[in-house]
């Protein structure tokens, strides 16, 4: 049965208060004081009826406790009981509370928040300020990481397998996945480097704005630091559930070159076609040749124009001054020879979908290397930041959690709801 609590607020005003920001601030502290005065009556008519809903509970004494919440640090007072041979305290099992916290699950979820945005000794003076007690950033780093591991937990026990209930029974014309990584500084005894690898997938871009810039409708995004079979495992799984690729009528994976890239497509998209990113190639021949500008502009030309035969055979005459620049040659060559078909397939491509997909085939990794940017870039390489593995994996996935169930991701985290959608 319902029960009401009751708080009776009262403040005054004098001539003082002409000041609209002095108002404004008494304001927020009575409201906050009021708070948590109501929480702690709620709290204590719970502990109520909790002993009368276990009549056979022995009271044994009543416990202070201290919980640090986003109204602020309050203190209560709760009995602790004696049944069926166990001693606790009703309220903090029928509440979820752990003897050991110290704050409120709604504390950690704002601390996991501003985390996702910034360095965690910034969160920290940010939640110290909005909570109004002082907070250390190892206590936000753990909770990321307690949070992170949860994440990852529900990725590996998702069923990857489901249908979605997106694509058609015939499936979609054409998916995109682009693929890449990125190194991030390291904690790791023995390792310079970590690579946090990311994965997006879409199969729909519109216009927005003033009809200048492209948005991709559809995007989802993967990232973990994984290896190479792992993260394909996945980040496939991933794109299945959502697009059912495995009925779609074309698959476009588009990557940088590496070697893993590569492997990694032809293992988890059979029958694909894959595409160079063009400024990748761009930028090797700038590397060698940006010292002869007149050279350098006509085998740019050729690049658009797709005459790859023609940038072979120019690379072929070309004599480098010294033996770095013929090693550099060389290794240009392999790279362009291995990937000769990905220059242009796009281009091949193209005849081959209908008008409404050809905005979908670019040339370029755009949209990847944005991605990155933002998932990666501003939070994990900014000065001085090194990471474990541990820790840079569940930051990651967590920033991708909250940005792909949005305001309830810490409720949708904790009660099941854990169907992976579109980031």
């Known amino acids: 049965m319902p029960h009401t609590i009751e708080v009776v607020v009262s403040m005054t005003v004098s001539e003082e208060d002409y000041d609209v920001n002095r108002l404004e601030a008494r304001v927020r502290g ?17 502990d109520e009826m909790a002993r009368e809903a276990h009549p056979g509970a022995v009271r044994q004494r009543r416990v202070e406790r201290r919980l640090d919440t986003t109204l602020g640090p309050v203190v209560f007072s709760r009995w602790r009981v004696q049944s069926a041979g166990h001693a606790n305290c009703l309220l903090d099992r029928l509440l979820g509370l752990p003897r050991s916290s110290r704050v409120s699950p709604a504390v950690k979820k704002r601390g ?46 998702a069923d990857v397998g489901s249908s979605s209930s997106g694509p ?31 994965g997006i997938a879409y199969s729909q871009k519109r216009r927005v704005g003033t009809q200048k810039r492209w948005e991709l409708s559809d995007k989802l995004v ?20 959502e697009f059912a690729v495995e009925r779609a009528r074309h698959v476009l994976v588009k990557g940088d070159g590496a070697e893993w890239i590569h492997q990694l ?11 160079l990113d063009r400024w990748h190639l761009l930028d090797r021949l700038a590397t060698l040749l940006g010292h002869e500008p007149r ?18 055979q120019a690379l072929r005459q070309w004599v480098g001054a010294d033996a770095r620049s013929e090693q550099a040659r060389q290794e ?52 001085g930041m090194r990471w474990t593995r541990a820790g840079a994996q569940h930051l990651l996935k967590l920033r991708l959690w909250i940005h792909r169930r949005g305001a309830n991701w810490f409720e949708a985290l904790h009660h099941g709801q854990t169907q992976l959608t579109n980031a």
């Open 30 to 46: 009575v409201r906050d004081q009021t708070g948590r005065a109501l929480f702690v009556r709620a709290l204590e008519r719970l």
């Open 112 to 157: 996991c928040e501003l985390a996702a945005r910034m360095t965690y000794r910034e969160a920290a003076r940010v939640l110290s300020e909005e909570l109004g007690t002082p907070l250390r950033a190892a206590s936000v780093h753990r909770w990321v990481q307690e949070v992170g591991a949860v994440v990852q937990a529900q990725e590996l026990a």
């Open 168 to 198: 058609s029974a015939a499936g979609r014309e054409l998916v995109v996945a682009e693929i890449d990584d990125t190194p991030v500084r390291s904690q790791q005894p023995g390792e310079e480097k970590l690579f946090l690898k990311l």
């Open 222 to 241: 993967y990232g973990g630091v994984e290896s190479a079979e792992e993260f394909g495992e996945r980040f496939y799984g991933r794109v299945e559930q």
């Open 265 to 275: 497509a032809e293992h988890i998209f059979p029958g694909h076609v894959f595409q």
């Open 295 to 312: 050279l350098w502009k006509r085998l740019r030309r050729w690049v658009y124009q797709g005459r790859v035969g023609a940038l072979v």
């Open 332 to 383: 240009l060559l392999g790279y362009i020879t291995r990937h000769r078909e990905a220059i242009t397939a796009v281009d091949r491509l193209r005849p081959r979908v209908s008008a409404a997909a050809r905005p979908l085939l670019t040339h370029g990794t755009g949209a990847m290397e944005k991605n990155v940017e933002v998932w990666i870039g501003r939070r994990f390489k900014r000065w």
